[in-house]
C-alpha cells in the first residue's frame, strides 16, 4: 500500500534523521518527501510505501517525543497514485 | 548563596535534586570538568573499568531498583562504547540517563580529536537522545531526558554536552524531581469487553512479562492470579512476578521455556497477555503460537498492540489500575488439567545425582533454595542463562537481571556492580558463562576498588555453549569457533585481582562449595568445570511451533 503521512515536528536536531530512520527501519520506503520549516515547527509530508500494516511504522512514529502531530492523509493499493 | 555555577556543577547538583546518590563512568578529555566537580559534590561515582561496563553497572542499579540509573562517559570512544549497553536498555526497557562529553562547540564538525557524531549513533538505540548547544538549555535538557527515561514504557536517554557549555556559567534555578505522567485510567468499555472474554474462556491463561514489574505491580498481578486461579507462564523478564509457590504457576514459556508452559499456552482459548510484547523468542513459529486462543492485551506501550499479533481486546495502561478491574475465574476442569501437567512435566533433579559432571541445573537450583529467592541474581547470555531461568525463582523481578531483548554477553558482572552499590545489604551473586565472563572480566578490578561483595558463579564449559549447542543440533556437529578450551583459569584470575576463588569439578564438591561462597564476606568467585556436551532442554528448533519442542533426550 501507499500512504501519505502528515506529520508536524518540533524543529529539534536530528528530527528528520529520527523520522527517516524510524521509516527505514519499520519496513517503508519513502516515495516523495517534503518540508516546511513554521513558526510552530516543522511540517512534513512523506509519501512511503511496505508490505506491513501501517499502524507497525504510524505507531513508532508517534513515540518520538520531537513529534506534535500525524494524520494519514490518504490510503492507496500499489500501482495507484495518491 | 549565588544559584550561579558552572554547567558541570549543575548537571552534579541536579542529579542530587532527583535523588541520584551514584553513578557509574570513566573519565576523559572532553568529559573532565564534571570530573572535576564531582570532587566537591556528595554523588558517589563508581569507576568501572570500560564504558561498557559502567554503563551496564546502572543498568543493574536501575532494574534492581526500578529507578533512573545514571552513567557518564567522555566523548569519542568513550561514547561509542556506551553504545551496545544503550542498545541493551532500549530493548529490555531500563531507565537510563547517559551522559556524554562532547567536544567544545567550536570544534563539532571538524572531525577533532575524540569527536564523534554520538547523538546520530544512539538515534536507532535510544528512547530519546539530545544535544545541548546552549548553556540555558542544560537543565531543561536534563529534565526532560529523566521525565522520557520515565514516561510510560521506560528506556535509555542520552544527554551530549560539549566540553565548553561544561565550563561555562549557568544559573540553577529551583527544581523538584521529575515525576513521570500519571497515566490516565484505563477505557470502561473495554474493561467490559476484557472482561466478557475472561468469563467467555474455558482455558484462560496469564502470561506475564517485564511490564509487570516495571509498573511496579507485582502485588495486583498475584491478586489476579489468585482471584481467578489463572494458571500462569512468564517471559524471561517477567520471571519474579508471578508467586512461583503458585500450584497454576508454570515458568518460563518459549524457545527454552518449560514444557508444561509451552504446553499450556498452545492449549489455551484466551492469552491474556500482561506487560508482554509476543517476541519471537516467546513465540516460536508465530501462526501456530496459542493457535486456539483469543487474545487480551495489556500493555503501557500502544506500539505493541497488534504488532505481532492481532489482539481481540487490547488495553492500554497503567497495569496496576487495570489488573483489579478484570475478573473471571478459571474452570476446575482446566486448572487440574494444568496441575496434572505440571506435575507429570516436573523436573526431576535428582536424575543428575550420580552424575560424573557437575549438573548445572541441580547447582542452580539448589542455589536458589540456599538463598532463600532473596539473592538479586544477575546473568550473561547462553546456556547458563536458560538454565538460571529455568532452574532458580525469584521473589521479585527486581532480583533477576537478564539482558533479554538484546542478549548481551558480558552483562552479568557489571550489572551485578550496579546492583550491589544500590543494595549494599543484599546477596548479589553474578552466573557466567565463560565465554560471557571474559567480556567484562575487567570490572573484577570495579570489584576489588570498592570491596563490593558480589558473588560471580562461573558455569565453565569450555565452550561459547549456545553456539555450539545450535551447531551441534543444526549445523551438522560442524563447530566453527566455539572451542573455548583456552580459557585462563578463572580462580587464577580473580586472585590476581585479590578476590577470593576456588574452583570444582566434582558434584560432591557444590554443596560447601556453595556455602563458602555465599558466607563469604566479601567478593569471590566459584568456578566450576561443567561438561562441554551439557544442553539447555527443552529446545524449541527455529521456524517450530513450540508444542514441537526437543525435550531432553533420555
Redesign the interface.
Known amino acids: 500500500m501507499n500512504y501519505q503521512l502528515m506529520l508536524s515536528l518540533q524543529d529539534?536536531?536530528?528530527v528528520m534523521?529520527?523520522v527517516l530512520?524510524t521509516t527505514r527501519?519499520r519496513g517503508f520506503c519513502i516515495h516523495q518527501l517534503r518540508m516546511q520549516q513554521g513558526p510552530k515547527g516543522l511540517s512534513v509530508t512523506m509519501d512511503v510505501s511496505g508490505q506491513q500494516?501501517i499502524?507497525?511504522l504510524t505507531?513508532?512514529l508517534?513515540?518520538l517525543?520531537d513529534l506534535s502531530s500525524l494524520e494519514i492523509a490518504s490510503a492507496q493499493p500499489v500501482g495507484k497514485t495518491a | 548563596m549565588s544559584n550561579k555555577m558552572t554547567g558541570a556543577q549543575a548537571i552534579l547538583k541536579f542529579l542530587g535534586h532527583q535523588g541520584i546518590e551514584a553513578v557509574f563512568g570513566y573519565p576523559g578529555g572532553a568529559i573532565m570538568p564534571l570530573y572535576d566537580a564531582l570532587l566537591d559534590s556528595p554523588i558517589r561515582h563508581y569507576l568501572c573499568r570500560h564504558e561498557q561496563g559502567a554503563a551496564f553497572a546502572a543498568i543493574g542499579q536501575a532494574r534492581s531498583t526500578n529507578s533512573v540509573g545514571v552513567c557518564v562517559a567522555t566523548s569519542g570512544p568513550g561514547a561509542t562504547n556506551l553504545l551496545t549497553s544503550l542498545a541493551d536498555a532500549k530493548l529490555d526497557s531500563v531507565p537510563l540517563v547517559v551522559i556524554t562529553g562532547q567536544v567544545a562547540r567550536p570544534a563539532m564538525g571538524t572531525d577533532a580529536f575524540q569527536e564523534v557524531d554520538v547523538l546520530g549513533l544512539s538515534l536507532s538505540i535510544s528512547k530519546h537522545s539530545m544535544q545541548v548547544l546552549d548553556g540555558k538549555d542544560l537543565l531543561p535538557s536534563l529534565e526532560r531526558a529523566f521525565f522520557i527515561a520515565q514516561d510510560g514504557r521506560p528506556g535509555p536517554v542520552l544527554v551530549d554536552i560539549p566540553k565548553d557549555i561544561l565550563l561555562s556559567e549557568v544559573s540553577f534555578p529551583a527544581l523538584k524531581p521529575v515525576q513521570p505522567n500519571t497515566t490516565t485510567s484505563a477505557d470502561a468499555d473495554l474493561i467490559a469487553k476484557a472482561n466478557q472474554l475472561l468469563a467467555q474462556a474455558k482455558r484462560p491463561l496469564a502470561y506475564v512479562g517485564g511490564g509487570v514489574g516495571m509498573a511496579e505491580a507485582v502485588p495486583q498481578l498475584r491478586d489476579f492470579i489468585t482471584t481467578n486461579s489463572l494458571p500462569t507462564v512468564s517471559t524471561l523478564k517477567g520471571l519474579g512476578a508471578a508467586d512461583a509457590d503458585h500450584p497454576l504457576y508454570l515458568g518460563m514459556l518459549g524457545m527454552h521455556g518449560l514444557p508444561a508452559a509451552n504446553l499450556a499456552v498452545q492449549e489455551c482459548d484466551l492469552l491474556i497477555a500482561i506487560g508482554a510484547r509476543l517476541d519471537d523468542r516467546v513465540t516460536g513459529k508465530l501462526d501456530e503460537f496459542a493457535p486456539h486462543a483469543k487474545l487480551l492485551h495489556l500493555d503501557i506501550d500502544p506500539a505493541e498492540i497488534h504488532k505481532r499479533r492481532q489482539a481481540d481486546v487490547a488495553i492500554l495502561g497503567d497495569l496496576q489500575a487495570i489488573l483489579p478491574q478484570l475478573q473471571g475465574p478459571a474452570s476446575a476442569a482446566w486448572c487440574h488439567h494444568i496441575a496434572q501437567r505440571k506435575a507429570a512435566k516436573a523436573y526431576n533433579y535428582s536424575q543428575a545425582d550420580d552424575a560424573e559432571n557437575i549438573h548445572a541445573p541441580t547447582l542452580l537450583h539448589y542455589l536458589s533454595e540456599q538463598t532463600k529467592r532473596e539473592a538479586i541474581v544477575s546473568c550473561d547470555v547462553g546456556q547458563h542463562q536458560m538454565w538460571v531461568a529455568q532452574h532458580m525463582t525469584f521473589a521479585d523481578p527486581t532480583r533477576h537481571l537478564s539482558s533479554g531483548g538484546l542478549g548481551t554477553m558480558g552483562f552479568g558482572l557489571p550489572a551485578a556492580i550496579g546492583a550491589q552499590v544500590a543494595h549494599p545489604d543484599k546477596a548479589v551473586i553474578a552466573v557466567c558463562g565463560d565465554g560471557s565472563f571474559m567480556m567484562n572480566v575487567q570490572e573484577l578490578a570495579t570489584l576489588r576498588r570498592y570491596g563490593l561483595p558480589v558473588k560471580i558463579l562461573v558455569l565453565d564449559n569450555q565452550r561459547l555453549g549456545m553456539v555450539k549447542q545450535w551447531q551441534e543440533l543444526f549445523h551438522q556437529e560442524r563447530y566453527s569457533e566455539t572451542d573455548l578450551s583456552d580459557n585462563p583459569p578463572f580462580s587464577r584470575l580473580a586472585q590476581a585481582f585479590d578476590i577470593a576463588a576456588e574452583e570444582i569439578s566434582e558434584p560432591s564438591q557444590v554443596q560447601e562449595a556453595v556455602a563458602r561462597m555465599l558466607a563469604h564476606q566479601g567478593p569471590y568467585l566459584l568456578h566450576v568445570r561443567l561438561d562441554a556436551n551439557a544442553n539447555v532442554w527443552p529446545i524449541v528448533p527455529p521456524n517450530t511451533a513450540n508444542h514441537q519442542m526437543w525435550e531432553q533426550p533420555q
Request: glycine content about 6%.
Open positions: 529539534q536536531p536530528a534523521e529520527r530512520q527501519y500494516p499502524h507497525i505507531g513508532q508517534r513515540k517525543y
